[in-house]
C-alpha cells in the first residue's frame, strides 16, 4: 500500500510538473512584472500562486460535477483562455504593457502629488497569471483526472500533496524571476520580454487550436 502511494505521489508530481511548468512560468511572470517593485513582484507572486492553488482544489475536489452542471467543457476553458493570453502577448512584444504602465504611471503620480497617496502598480496575479499560466486548461483537467482515479480519502490527499509541492516549487520559481532578471539589466531583459512573448502567442495559439480540434473530434 505504502509503495502504491509513493508510486502516486511521484507521478503526480512528475504529472503537475510537467502541465503547470515552474521553469516556464517564472520568466513570463518577470516579463509581466517588469519595472515594477520588488515588494510588488512579491506580492504578485504569492496571489497568483493562493488564487491559482484555490482554483485547482476546487476543480480537484467538485471540477466534474461543476461543469456539468454549468454546461461549460475543458475545451472552451482552452479557447477562452488562449484568446486572452493571445491579447496579453502582442502586449509583451509591442511592449504596449510598458507604454501603458509609463502613462498611467505618470497620472497617477500627478494625483498622488496632490492627494499624497501611494502609486498603484498593476495586478496581473489573477491574470494572466492564476488563469490561465498556473491553473490553465491543462492542470484543471490533470486534477480532475488525477484525484477521479484515486482510490479513496487517502489517494486523494496524496493527490493533493503532489499538487501542492509543484505549486511551492512554482512559487519559489517566480520568487527568484525578478532578481535574475534585474541581474540582466534594462535591454537584455526588454530582448527577453519580447522573445517571451512570441511564446506566450503561439501557446496561446496552441490552446485555441487544443480546444477548436478537440470540439469537432
Known amino acids: 500500500m505504502t509503495a502504491q502511494l509513493a508510486a502516486l505521489f511521484l507521478s503526480a508530481c512528475v504529472t503537475f510538473f510537467v502541465v503547470i511548468d515552474p521553469p516556464g512560468c517564472a520568466p513570463i511572470f518577470a516579463g509581466l512584472t517588469r519595472g515594477g517593485s520588488a515588494a510588488h513582484r512579491k ?71 496632490e492627494q499624497h497617496r501611494p ?36 489517494g486523494t490527499i496524496v493527490v493533493l500533496a503532489a499538487m501542492a509541492s509543484i505549486l511551492l516549487l512554482t512559487l519559489v520559481a517566480l520568487l527568484a524571476a525578478g532578481p535574475l532578471m534585474r541581474v540582466l539589466g534594462p535591454k537584455i531583459e526588454a530582448m527577453i520580454t519580447r522573445v517571451l512573448g512570441v511564446i506566450l502567442a503561439a501557446l496561446a495559439a496552441q490552446f485555441v487550436i487544443d480546444g477548436i480540434r478537440a470540439s469537432f473530434t
Open 43 to 113: 506580492a504578485m507572486a504569492i496571489r497568483s500562486v493562493a488564487v491559482a492553488s484555490g482554483i485547482l482544489i476546487v476543480f480537484a475536489l467538485i471540477g466534474s460535477d461543476l461543469l456539468r452542471i454549468l454546461g461549460i467543457s475543458l475545451d472552451a476553458f482552452r479557447v477562452a483562455g488562449g484568446i486572452m493570453l493571445f491579447l496579453i502577448a502582442l502586449e509583451m512584444v509591442f511592449e504596449k504593457r510598458t507604454q501603458r504602465r509609463e502613462e498611467r504611471a505618470e497620472a497617477i503620480t500627478r494625483e498622488a502629488e
Open 119 to 154: 502609486i498603484e502598480a498593476e495586478d496581473i496575479s489573477v491574470f494572466p497569471m492564476a488563469i490561465p499560466m498556473i491553473a490553465g486548461p491543462g492542470s484543471i483537467a490533470t486534477a480532475m483526472l488525477l484525484t477521479s482515479r484515486a482510490h479513496g480519502l487517502v
